[in-house]
């Protein structure tokens, strides 16, 4: 029975290019018919539990079925796999994977609302739950300068993953438009990347917040090493909670935690931010988001990656920050490059199995390269982008028009 359903499945879901699965009877089915652009890709199905476990969930079961080595690719690799079932259904063209019925969505989307309270309490352990794995396991696959998990920025082809990294670095520094003895805070800090960054070519002093332990340690190292540890301080506090000590700054970055804020917390984000900030302030926010409405976080993301972890609409952004006058002075879309970073990391972390494996185990890693096959797949074919979109309290705290952009970029390592 599950047999046939899986097979309806796929034979409407691979149209284009190959798909050939081999079940643990020794039974061979091929769906689609070869494409270029689009991959052939093996797989073997160790047992019958196999099939019914993805079609309870396509997305999950297929996660843990391969994870659990239920699910073997046996020509091509997971990332191939996934590229496959996702540029058949491309986003952009009006197609989408319909695996979940409705009253999964409708489930889906009241979990992500749950998830999305995200008190001070909560926010904390989910941060732990995916940043507090080890610095190690980090080290193995971001970009060895700056050390930035968030989507790099690639104005022209043929760059390394680390001069992506320092013209993303670049590109956010001039939409601050920093100006000297500025206060900046960086919220979600990261390993202190942006940070250092700052302090080394602005004439500012910087206040760095996260949640993870791991990563305030190393960051403090990182800025000691870089001989700007003067200028530059770590802490481990909620954005919640620096907002009711009262701290003012002129200038505002937040890369890659907007994410982990959470549905529910989103004006609770925005009053806080525009609290934080000072009159003629200015402020940068560069976001995962969604290019169609707001939608729910899928269940292998909340389980494994992100708890507590929702990736907003501009819609929705847009709708919180307008309720406390922030003014969206500029909002820029970019499209591809995550998918470019996302695959990076990946040829990294394959070229690290061993490493990985050591410091985790089997199928930890099995796990993290699904996360970003599917991640890049949601990139290329799916709905997903990243925002980047600067916000000021005043009409007058910028220049009138965007050549100041280019300008300030043209001057700074990276750009």
């Known amino acids: 029975m599950a047999f046939g359903i899986l097979d309806r499945f796929l034979e409407r879901g691979v149209r284009q290019g190959v798909l050939e699965v081999l079940r643990p009877d020794g039974t061979l089915r091929?769906?689609?018919?070869?494409?270029?652009?689009?991959?052939?890709?093996?797989?073997?199905?160790?047992?019958?539990?196999?099939?019914?476990?993805?079609?309870?969930d396509p997305r999950l079961g297929a996660a843990e079925a391969f994870m659990d080595g239920q699910l073997v690719v046996e020509e091509g690799d997971i990332m191939a796999l996934v590229e496959l079932l996702r540029a058949n259904a491309r986003w952009d063209r009006g197609g989408e994977l319909h695996e979940t019925k409705a009253l999964k969505k409708i489930a889906g989307k009241v979990v992500t609302l749950i998830d999305g309270i995200n008190k001070a309490t909560s926010a904390k352990a989910n941060?732990?739950?995916?940043?507090?794995?080890?610095?190690?396991?980090?080290?193995?696959?971001?970009?060895?300068?700056?050390?930035?998990?968030?989507?790099a920025y690639w104005p022209h082809a043929g760059m390394t993953l680390e001069e992506a990294q320092s013209a993303k670095l670049a590109h956010i520094a001039a939409k601050l438009a920093i100006e000297p003895g500025s206060r900046v805070l960086d919220?979600?800090?990261?390993?202190?990347g942006m940070a250092i960054y700052l302090a080394k070519n602005f004439d500012v002093s910087v206040k760095g917040i996260t949640l993870s332990e791991e990563q305030l340690a190393l960051a403090r190292d990182r800025a000691t090493e870089a001989g700007v540890a003067g200028r530059i301080d770590f802490?481990?506090?909620?954005?919640?909670?620096?907002?009711?000590?009262?701290?003012?700054?002129?200038?505002?970055?937040?890369?890659?935690?907007?994410?982990?804020?959470?549905?529910?917390q989103f004006a609770r984000f925005f009053r806080?931010?525009?609290?934080?900030?000072?009159?003629?302030?200015?402020?940068?926010?560069?976001?995962?988001?969604?290019?169609?409405?707001?939608?729910?976080?899928?269940?292998?993301?909340?389980?494994?990656?992100?708890?507590?972890?929702?990736?907003?609409?501009?819609?929705?952004?847009?709708?919180?920050?307008?309720?406390?006058?922030?003014i969206a002075t500029d909002v820029e879309t970019l499209r591809l490059h995550y998918a470019l970073t996302l695959r990076e990391w990946y040829k990294r972390c394959v070229a690290s199995k061993d490493a990985i494996v050591a410091l985790m185990d089997e199928r930890f890693y099995r796990m993290w390269i699904f996360y970003l096959a599917g991640a890049t797949a949601a990139f290329e074919s799916g709905g997903m982008c990243n925002y980047q979109i600067q916000y000021a309290r005043s009409r007058h705290a910028l220049p009138l028009t965007r050549d100041y952009l280019r300008e300030n970029e043209k001057r700074l390592p990276g750009g």
């Open 187 to 192: 919220i979600g800090c990261g390993w202190g």
């Open 127 to 151: 941060i732990a739950h995916h940043y507090d794995v080890g610095n190690d396991l980090y080290r193995l696959f971001l970009d060895t300068e700056h050390m930035q998990y968030s989507c």
């Open 272 to 326: 806080d931010c525009a609290t934080m900030l000072t009159d003629e302030g200015v402020m940068l926010m560069h976001t995962i988001g969604r290019m169609g409405g707001p939608g729910s976080t899928d269940a292998f993301t909340r389980k494994y990656i992100f708890p507590g972890g929702y990736i907003p609409a501009l819609s929705e952004t847009l709708v919180a920050s307008e309720k406390v006058r922030l």
């Open 235 to 264: 802490e481990l506090v909620d954005y919640r909670d620096l907002a009711a000590r009262g701290d003012k700054f002129d200038r505002i970055v937040s890369v890659g935690m907007f994410e982990h804020v959470g549905q529910a």
């Open 30 to 56: 091929r769906f689609g018919t070869p494409q270029e652009g689009f991959p052939q890709v093996r797989i073997r199905l160790t047992d019958k539990s196999a099939e019914s476990r993805i079609l309870r």
